[in-house]
């Protein structure tokens, strides 16, 4: 596609429930990472996928999230239990590789609410 | 791992040069310096990056002191769109974006 795409835009949830956001990268990024973004903060690096070497988990906050990328495609991000801190905009986003001169394409995010 | 520092807001008149500070005294020799910018509801947009050198493209200017310890990035003629939150960051070792809160910019007609 043009752009990296991701769905829901928006996702209001009750506490414990599970959600699963999904991320479209561009066609051709090997890369692709997940962000998460509180109201009025930077990103926070959640996780990593490099082609089909074993991903990059060191910033997923606890073992309720957790995230799949099959190949070069779509990958998905799980939150289990919900709980009202996950509330946040998560971000996903793209690149040709990992490396030095890096320039990574952004979703719009999910807007996840947890009631 | 380079940590970088900017103000938390900044105010430009519109058609005037947007001057953006970033400071990262504790930079590496081999970490880059990136500039993103955030729209309101909108994904970071990648703008500039640089190493050593002043580097110019079509949307911006970075211009990078010799000791590498700050950098300015350059809107030459800001427009009502440029307001954002612009990111000031660097790439790490194991090649992390470590994103900080960023300088809230806005545009006054």
């Known amino acids: 596609g043009a752009g990296v795409s991701q769905s829901p835009s928006n996702k209001v949830t009750e506490k414990g429930k599970d959600v699963e956001l999904r991320c479209d990268p561009i066609?051709?990024?090997?890369?692709l990472y997940w962000y998460r973004q509180r109201l009025g903060q930077g990103l926070e690096f959640l996780i990593y996928?490099?082609?089909?070497?074993?991903?990059?988990k060191s910033g997923l906050p606890s073992d309720r999230f957790s995230a799949e990328r099959t190949g070069e495609s779509v990958s998905t991000l799980t939150i289990q239990r919900t709980q009202q801190e996950d509330s946040a905009v998560y971000l996903c986003?793209?690149?040709?590789?990992?490396?030095?001169?890096?320039?990574?394409?952004f979703g719009s995010g999910t807007q996840l609410s947890v009631l | 791992d380079a940590k970088t520092t900017q103000p938390p807001s900044m105010d430009c008149a519109e058609g005037r040069a947007a001057n953006l500070p970033c400071n990262h005294s504790?930079?590496?020799?081999?970490?880059?310096v990136y500039w993103y910018r955030q729209i309101h509801s909108q994904g970071p947009q990648y703008i500039i990056h640089?190493?050593?050198?002043?580097e110019t493209n079509e949307m911006a200017s970075l211009i990078i002191t010799e000791d590498r310890k700050s950098s300015t990035l350059i809107l030459p003629h800001a427009t009502l769109r440029d307001t954002a939150v612009y990111y000031c960051?660097?790439?790490?070792?194991?090649?992390?974006?470590?994103w900080g809160a960023g300088t809230k910019l806005i545009i006054k007609p």
């Open positions: 640089g190493l050593k050198n002043n």
């Open positions: 960051i660097a790439l790490t070792s194991n090649y992390q974006l470590i």
């Open positions: 986003a793209s690149s040709l590789a990992r490396g030095r001169s890096e320039k990574l394409f």
């Open positions: 996928f490099q082609g089909n070497s074993a991903p990059d």
């Open positions: 504790t930079i590496s020799g081999n970490e880059y």
């Open positions: 066609s051709g990024h090997t890369a």
